[in-house]
T-cell receptor, first 116, second 118 residues
Framework: EPEVTQTPSHQVTQMGQEVILRCVPISNHLYFYWYRQILGQKVEFLVSFYNNEISEKSEIFDDQFSVERPDGSNFTLKIRSTKLEDSAMYFC??????????????FGPGTRLTVL | AQSVTQLDSQVPVFEEAPVELRCNYSSSVSVYLFWYVQYPNQGLQLLLK??????LVKGINGFEAEFNKSQTSFHLRKPSVHISDTAEYFCAVSEAAYSGGGADGLTFGKGTHLIIQP
């Protein structure tokens, strides 16, 4: 069964450093998402992406964050200058359809980001 | 904007007993409703979803949920649980948009940890 994969599984970085979290969505999916879960808190939506542009973003997704689909398979989340409060589990998800034709979002296993 | 409330952070249940995990939502528009399960050290897996039609929805692993619009609830139930059902369960909603491109994110509840006791 096709699945969403994410690398690395765990990333440790120093405050102020840039990090790139990588995701490979399911191959025939067109809609991509990032979520995060701070330890002990709820899963929070960050951003959705379709047709090479951001579709929707939450208040969390400020100028420190960016997303990109650099090639036909990868979908990345970049945090330009990490802060302690960016420490969280980051989940990537993908779906075949979007707004108007709702579909299941399939989630990857997550990347645990630890900012020291 | 939508919000989701999962009233119980933790639910202990004996094996083979029935269980209900509660979920209430708030929204000014129609919504789609989802239950996801997260097993230890894994991603989120869809259990079931309500988009339209019958309010009783059946999912994987013997779970079902009932959409109650008047109560704004979408409680998850299973008649007989197993040790393997030990996991974190998340209720989520998204806006039921009927037109337009793009994609909406899901709004999640805080999760309910289901603990199965032998």
């Amino acid at each position: 069964e096709p699945e969403v994969t994410q690398t690395p599984s765990h990333q440790v970085t120093q405050m102020g450093q840039e990090v790139i979290l990588r995701c490979v969505p399911i191959s025939n999916h067109l809609y991509f998402y990032w979520y995060r879960q701070i330890l002990g808190q709820k899963v929070e939506f960050l951003v959705s992406f379709y047709n090479n542009e951001i579709s929707e973003k939450s208040e969390i997704f400020d100028d420190q964050f960016s997303v990109e689909r650099p090639d036909g398979s990868n979908f990345t989340l970049k945090i330009r200058s990490t802060k302690l409060e960016d420490s969280a589990m980051y989940f990537c998800a993908s779906s075949a359809r979007g707004r108007g034709a709702p579909d299941t979002q399939y989630f990857g296993p997550g990347t645990r980001l630890t900012v020291l | 904007a939508q919000s989701v409330t999962q009233l119980d952070s933790q639910v202990p249940v004996f094996e083979e007993a029935p269980v209900e995990l509660r979920c209430n939502y708030s929204s000014s528009v129609s919504v789609y409703l989802f239950w996801y399960v997260q097993y230890p050290n894994q991603g989120l897996q869809l259990l079931l979803k309500y988009l339209s039609g019958s309010t009783l929805v059946k999912g994987i692993n013997g779970f079902e949920a009932e959409f109650n619009k008047s109560q704004t609830s979408f409680h998850l139930r299973k008649p007989s649980v197993h040790i393997s059902d030990t996991a974190e369960y998340f209720c989520a909603v998204s806006e039921a948009a009927y037109s337009g491109g793009g994609a909406d994110g899901l709004t999640f509840g805080k999760g309910t940890h289901l603990i199965i006791q032998p």
